[in-house]
């Protein structure tokens, strides 16, 4: 990575525990239910100041161009709207896999708005920066702020649930190198979806506030799963062996195809990988 940086942030992973399918929107959208949770897996963007222009740079080369990548829609929206003729080189280090259903690229959008509002000294405050958040995509907003949130509408009318509960669970998170755009599982589900089979959020808050680990494992559910798990079994596969060798309970995260486990601990965890020797990239997480 080049030297020069000035302001480091860490951008997290998120997984859903909770993720309901409605009606597709005016806009293209769906209506969705679901609850968002943070976890300990960080993307780190750099920010540099540099004169008039924007450059994005990245450990890897599977985010796309440049100027598609939110990063980069994040910087050009905040130099038009307020004006700005500072320019930015922001490095992107890469921890988060890219078409895994853990909302990297939505959460280093979020972290641009912050570090670019401290780098370039601009009073925004926090009504403005969900507003720009959502302009950017549905899940943006959730990591303005992160932790455990229910969100509605098109996933951008966020509720904060913790009112100072703040549960730490042991996540261990299996991602089988099978990449899934959003994009392409909604198509998925509006050809082979048969409406939610949703057990209701209410669920899962219920067991939540009693902090029930159990009822709260127990009521995992994603819409997604019904027809991802069709064409992709081994994600169905890695579930089933997590629950075998010791979660509480296991889902697919967002559209997949990253798949986590609540485990009583971390010593579960840690057995669990020795065992299982699961396909792809592994995990072993806090939420956050």
């Known amino acids: 990575m080049p030297t020069g940086y000035t302001i480091k942030s860490l951008a997290p992973a998120k997984i859903n525990y909770i993720l309901e399918i409605g009606r597709k929107r005016k806009d293209g959208f769906h209506e969705i239910k679901t609850v968002f949770q943070t976890v300990s897996l960080f993307d780190v963007l750099h920010f540099k100041e540099i004169q008039g222009k924007v450059i994005i740079n990245s450990n890897t080369d599977k985010m796309g161009p440049p100027e598609e990548n939110l990063v980069y829609k994040a910087a050009m929206m905040l130099k038009r709207k307020l004006t700005v003729d500072k320019g930015v080189e922001i490095f992107i280090d890469k921890k988060i896999p890219v078409g895994a259903g853990l909302g990297g690229g939505s959460s280093d959008a979020a972290c641009a708005l912050k570090g670019l509002a401290r ?25 303005i702020e992160g932790g455990i949130a229910t969100a509605r509408g098109k996933g951008d009318v966020i509720s904060n649930i913790s009112r100072g509960i703040k549960p730490s669970f042991s996540v261990l998170l299996v991602y089988p190198e099978i990449h899934i755009s959003t994009k392409e599982a909604y198509e998925k589900w509006d050809k082979e979806g048969d409406g939610s089979k949703g057990k209701g959020i209410d669920t899962f808050m219920k067991a939540f506030y009693k902090f029930d680990t159990d009822g ?73």
């Open 119 to 143: 780098l370039w000294n601009l009073r925004l405050d926090k009504k403005t920066l969900y507003e720009m958040a959502s302009f950017l995509g549905a899940d943006v907003p959730f990591f």
């Open 216 to 288: 709260m494992a127990k009521s995992l559910f994603n819409d997604f799963e019904s027809v991802i798990i069709k064409q992709h079994p081994i994600i169905g596969e890695i579930k089933q062996k997590m629950k075998e060798l010791g979660a509480l309970g296991a889902l697919m995260s967002g559209s997949g195809s990253s798949v986590f486990g609540i485990f009583p601990d971390s010593q579960t965890i840690k057995d669990a990988i020795l065992k299982a020797k699961f396909p792809g990239k592994v995990f072993e997480l806090k939420t956050i």
